[in-house]
């Protein structure tokens, strides 16, 4: 009886420890994508704090151009310093008031989220930034933007402090190496890719 009560246990265990094993791997594939040969850890939030803080940053906008430049300028205002770890999650980025550009990107990217702005990771060699997709006439008459597979995106620089909607593209097409969409966690597949006004 103890024996068969023994093997009962044991077994139960193994399956536990399997279906927890089986839980972890699935975050994991959640959270990461190999993109161009790096790593791309999704950090974003769409927590009350940040939710939040997004209509508190944009509450006295009226405009579309408004609200996106609003965030940016909050988020170019942490100052830039190297996170050599993982990416901070958006919170830790507010609480440590320093981030670098995955750092303030996925803080970024999480506001814009909160609003309903299509917006993605653009991967380079040794850095990311955020894209954000604007129907505003006066941007697409006069600020060049990234087309992806035909539709105008914008340029947001999180490192750059004072940075504008459309920073311009400080990388060659051909160095983009992947766009994601984090909060589906997926890579785009680039049908076409173009930069202009």
């Known amino acids: 009886m103890v024996k068969r009560l023994s093997q009962i246990v044991l077994t139960l265990f193994a399956i ?26 999704n950090s974003t939030s769409s927590s009350k704090y940040i939710k939040d803080l997004a209509y508190t940053l944009t509450k006295h906008c009226k405009s579309d151009i408004c609200k996106v430049q609003s965030l940016l300028d909050y988020v170019t205002n942490i100052p830039y310093r190297v996170n050599h770890f993982k990416a901070h999650s958006p919170k830790q980025t507010l609480e440590n008031n320093f981030g670098d550009c995955d750092d303030k990107s996925n803080l970024l990217i999480s506001l814009l989220h909160v609003l309903g702005y299509k917006s993605y990771f ?12 604007l129907d505003e006439i006066h941007l697409k008459r006069l600020i060049k933007g990234l087309y992806i597979n035909g539709e105008k995106f914008y340029i947001l620089e999180t490192t750059a402090k004072g940075s504008r909607i ?32």
Do not use: C, M, Q, T
């Open 122 to 133: 653009i991967l380079v060699p040794k850095h990311i930034f955020v894209v954000v997709a």
């Open 166 to 197: 459309g920073y311009p593209l400080r990388y060659e097409l051909k160095d983009i190496k992947a766009i994601i969409e984090p909060f589906e966690n997926r890579e785009i597949k680039i049908k076409s890719l173009e930069y202009k006004i």
């Open 16 to 41: 536990f420890f399997i279906y927890v094993f089986i839980k972890a791997i699935e975050i994991v594939n959640r959270r990461e994508i190999n993109a161009g040969g790096s790593i791309y850890i």
